[in-house]
């Protein structure tokens, strides 16, 4: 079994920065990929950005493209999502995800584990 554990989410106005981590636990050797889904209220959740296990394939949806950096530190088991110049739209509930094989990166259902979620909010 994995665990894993977002922070780093809250409120931030318009043009604002955040930076989300994502601590894995538990059997975190078996981890292939990582990533971030998020879902807004009243929406589909949605894929955000993926990194594979040596960091150097990277992944992002077209809204995350120049905004957001997915990036993973393997000696602490940690992934990060540094989101610069957020805008209202981002708001939404983050979730980590991690994935054991190679069976995808846009889907939910090609992740094998999720965390809790860290709400961001992005309102002036």
């Known amino acids: 079994q994995v665990q894993l554990v977002e922070s780093g989410g809250g409120l931030v106005h318009p043009g604002g920065s955040l930076r989300l981590s994502c601590a894995a636990s538990g059997s975190s050797f078996s981890i292939n990929a990582m990533g971030w889904f998020r879902q807004a209220p009243g929406k589909e959740r949605e894929f955000v950005a993926h990194?594979?296990?040596?960091?150097?394939?990277?992944y992002y949806a077209d809204s995350a493209k120049g905004r957001f950096t997915i990036s993973r530190d393997n000696a602490k088991d940690t992934v990060y999502l540094q989101m610069n110049s957020l805008k209202p739209e981002d708001t939404a509930v983050y979730y980590c995800?991690?994935?054991?094989?190679?069976?995808?990166?846009?889907?939910?259902?090609?992740?094998?584990?999720w965390g809790q979620g860290t709400q961001v909010t992005v309102s002036s």
């Open positions: 995800v991690a994935q054991l094989g190679s069976s995808g990166v846009y889907y939910a259902h090609n992740y094998d584990y």
């Open positions: 990194i594979d296990w040596t960091g150097h394939r990277t």
